[in-house]
């Protein structure tokens, strides 16, 4: 019995699929968490629409501002020690 072309599984197109699925339901979840938060909180249009556009964005935990090197001065008018 030969196998034709379409009885053959590809494995990894299925695995990306699969992939994808996921992401788009916890993408789906977030957004809905979201706008049920922007409900109970009575906000406005502009101010829900924000709210479920950023809802992807985490706060900063104190370890991701530790081991951010310093881009600026603590203060720049302070003459410097050097």
Not at 19 to 34: F, H, L, M, W
Not at 45 to 68: G, I, M
């Amino acid at each position: 019995m030969a196998t034709s072309q379409r009885d053959v599984i590809d494995f990894s197109a299925l695995e990306s699929e699969l992939q994808r699925a996921v992401e788009c339901d916890k993408r789906r979840e977030r957004e809905n968490e979201a706008k049920l938060r922007a409900v109970s909180q009575q906000v406005s249009y502009s101010q829900f629409r924000e709210l479920v556009l950023t809802c992807h964005l985490r706060p900063l935990d104190r370890n991701d501002k530790e081991r951010a090197p310093r881009r600026q001065p603590w203060n720049p008018v302070a003459p410097s020690n050097q």
